[in-house]
């Protein structure tokens, strides 16, 4: 193993050769006969932070899944930094993901390792630095999420919050030049939250990093959502696209001004 | 404080249907069995008086809407204040959800048969691609040794192996005494008791000793492989292992296969000794053999070769129950059921598996 430092895996992204760095196209999920989303299009351009907003159980995580090869579309296409998702070779798409932070909305850490270790595996695996940097640059990533002290300790003995912040500290680990969170302030409490709101600001501005976000928050979406789609679970689609603020002040579309305005949907679109 | 749970009561008279005494989960019970047997009112004006009722908790308001529904959308009258508003929180309107789901549709035989004939090929094509991987686990480990994650396999070899010693030196031990009783039994009516030692330790060494030890450790780790990736599945380690480009077989597959083929061989020696001395306790006791006799015909009529039959089998074994207990495992379903059904099935396919491979290798050495 060399022991002088060589240059990080991914430098940030390269000049937009392609200026969406995810692009949809008439993308249709399902869930065996079960259609969740139809005629889902949108991009995501470099460098900005993007937020999937819509009601719980609208297929938010699922789109998400699709976005990270996780599930195949049932229809349409999903291209990745230029490179078309559905019809790449398996090695190939794990070329392509293995330079995305991904954060489940469930965590998924893993439940064998300590936190520090669930951290470095990714910088084991892909970069080769010596162990006392990636165990250092573990501890970093932790300590930006608030975590310091807690290397030790293994997922099931960290509370739900916790799990979620280390889940982010993981998905950082590579410095990937596009991140997907899913509710990466789910569980946390109002300051924790806004310092992650702030962690994803400075990463945007420092690192030129890609987020893709869904969340629930409507304070932490006006803080750092450059722009937001909003999905309805009654029309299976896109019901809405721009910057939060505007859709809230402008949108013509009652289930978008309920979203936004924190108030119960209108009776009269497919129940309550 | 002394409550009396006050009853309700339902009477239907002249088309009201009248109920009195406080609406709650624990009076309404009694009132849903006697709604059961309420008619259609075939036009006839009905309607609900709740006068005598003076309060209702969420089971109450079910209930009121319940009979509502059953006499045709008749009016609820009388109702206080409190039981009105329980009326309202909870009469909501059921959507109908926007897309069935997909359990109520009953598929016809042709669309089963299509199902399940898709289903077994795609299940077939994924074993292939599985096989695929762990060959292409097996090359890599063997390039580049370092690959494999060393750590997870010194614990993986704690658990099957060290962990498994005492079982597998009682069971076969057992196995020997039991055989060289039956067999010395059988044998000693003819004179040819002296033969018990060549049958029990050549039964032991080539097929027994072995057979038991997979089917133990079959039962123990197959099982905990299973359950282990399947709770990882479950809890999406394994879709976050894959989204961050690492490949399942190695982090998940070859810690446990090269654990249990390094523990195996191990294994079946301590079971071999295990099992020759539990027949010679037999021979020595029961039968009357001097122990250097006993120890000697077994020596005698056990070569390397034997031992080595063995070994061989042990570690075809080794590969069957690693392999089917990370294959049912990366294969589990949706939720705690499916992490049993998972660890089930590889201890079922597994100990069917490693009597076909026996059958197999059996056949082959004989032909040697
Ligand atoms: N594995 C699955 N199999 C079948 N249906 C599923 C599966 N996962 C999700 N669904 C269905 O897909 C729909 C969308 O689920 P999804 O998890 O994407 O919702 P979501 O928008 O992320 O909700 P939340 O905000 O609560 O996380 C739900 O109606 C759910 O029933
Ligand atoms: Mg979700």
Redesign the pocket.
Known sequence: MPSETPPPPEAPAPPATVDAIVRVRGLR?A??D?T??EDVSFDVKRGEVFVIL????????????HLIGLIEPAAGTIELDGTDLTASTPAERRELLRRFGVLF?SGALFSGMTLEQNVALPLQEFTPLPREAISRLAQLKLSLVDLDGYEAYRPDEISGGMQKRAGVARALALDPPIVFF??PS?GLDPISAAELDQLILDLRDSLGTTMVI?T?ELASIYAVADRCIV?D?ARQTIVAEGHPATLRDESDDPYVRSFFNREPALAGRGGR | MNVVASAATMELEDFVLRLTGPLTLETTAPLWRQAALLGATDGHDARIDVEGVPRCDTAGAALLIHLRRLLGGVAIEGASEQVRFMLDVMDRPCPEPPTAPPADRRPGMVETLGTFATQVLRNAADTVEYIGGLIAGFGEIALHPRRLRWPDTIVYMARTGADALGIVVMINGLMGLILAFQMGAQMRQYGADTYVADVVGMSIIQELGPLMTAILVCGRSGSAFAAEIGTMKVNEEVAALDTMGLERTRFLVMPKMVALLLMMPLLVVFADLAGVFGGMVIGTTYLDQPIGVYLGNTIARIGLWDVGQGLIKGEAYAIVIAAVGCLRGLQTG?GAQGVGVSATSAVVSGIFLIIVVDAILTVIFHAL
């Open positions: 999920a869930y065996g079960v969740i989303l819509g009601g719980s159980g609208c297929g938010k995580s699922t789109l998400l899944k909305q899913d509710e789910a869904v629930h999905l679970k | 949706k």
